[in-house]
């Protein structure tokens, strides 16, 4: 099969239980939550994402007709004074990943010994041998993938209540204030909910803070 990326670039992982480790982006075009145009935003089942993922037109971005080609192209990336480093980490997201990675791809990346990273709203399952599972789960979403490494909760999110997914098959439970512009109020009710219910972590978007992708 062919993949689509809109962008493929290397910085440091933002959000959750990795942040502020380095690793290579791969950003997948399309998503099945949202078109990605501000047109259909407000009927979206996802309407706020803050991310581009239409087309192919990002930097590294592109038709990759082979899951090696995409493979090689995400390695392309990695710093060559660490390219023999075991601990290569490449996070698939989007959009939504898991409309185009495929066992394929996996093995494709663990061959140049990537360690592999999904972020996924939940909707879809994983091929076998995805090494960290992130799933953002999105009011009204068919939510499938019910276990993984975290649990990564925009807060907050109307019908979408954290002590009804405490429950659930991951090591990690993070709230992640939704940005806009009641952003400030959003971290103040993630941090104070937090405090009162110890099982769950504030996740901030580290990469914004500090002005990197």
Known sequence: MSYFAKEIFYTLQGEGANAGRPAVFCRFTGCNLWSGREVDRASAICNFCDTDFVGTDGIGGGTFQEAGDL???????????????????????????????DSALVAALHELSFEIAIETNGTKMPPEGIDWICVSPKTRADWNLRYGNELKLVYPQEDLDPAQLETLNFQYLFLQPMDGPDLKANIETALQYCL??????????????????
């Open 196 to 213: 009162a219910n110890p099982k769950w972590r504030l996740s901030l978007q580290l990469h914004k803070i500090v002005g990197i992708r």
């Open 71 to 101: 493979a090689r192209a995400i390695d392309s990336y990695w710093p060559l004074a660490s390219a023999g480093h075991s601990r290569k980490l490449v996070v698939c997201t989007g959009g939504e990943p898991l409309l185009q990675v």
